[in-house]
């Protein structure tokens, strides 16, 4: 092989390399164009979505607030309850020492049948 045969393939090869470089660039350049405005309309609905949703919030709250005056209307003020008494200090000693010296009452069976006695063998 002469030198300007190895130049000519040479030369092809880098000129076919460059044309695929463009074609591969041109490629590239168009799908990330894609994905970009994908991404693009996927965050404009985000925030579309996000709006909604603070509308959504504050109409909920404004509707409980006028459920609660309305409630307040329709429904009249409870009066206050009245204050109890205060027992006698001397009262509260003796209930409390009698509940104290009281026997406790044994729990009812809810069954009515005796408790199982367990008999040593040979009995």
């Known amino acids: 092989m002469d030198n300007g045969l190895t130049m000519q393939l040479l030369g092809g090869f880098v000129a076919g390399a460059g044309v695929a470089a463009v074609a591969v660039y041109a490629w590239i350049g168009r799908r990330l164009k894609l994905e970009q405005s994908r991404a693009v309309a996927g965050e404009q609905a985000r925030q579309q979505l996000m709006l909604q949703i603070t509308q959504a919030r504050k109409q909920i709250e404004q509707l ?3 459920c609660h005056e309305l409630r307040l209307v329709v429904r009249p003020p409870r009066p206050a309850p009245a204050p109890a ?3 006698d200090a001397a009262e509260a000693a003796r209930l409390y020492a009698e509940a104290r010296l009281a026997p406790a009452a044994p ?3 809810p069954d009515g049948f005796r408790d199982t006695v367990v008999l040593k063998r040979g009995e």
Do not use: C, D, K, L
């Open 64 to 66: 409980q607030r006028e």
């Open 85 to 87: 008494a205060q027992p």
């Open 107 to 109: 729990p009812a069976r």
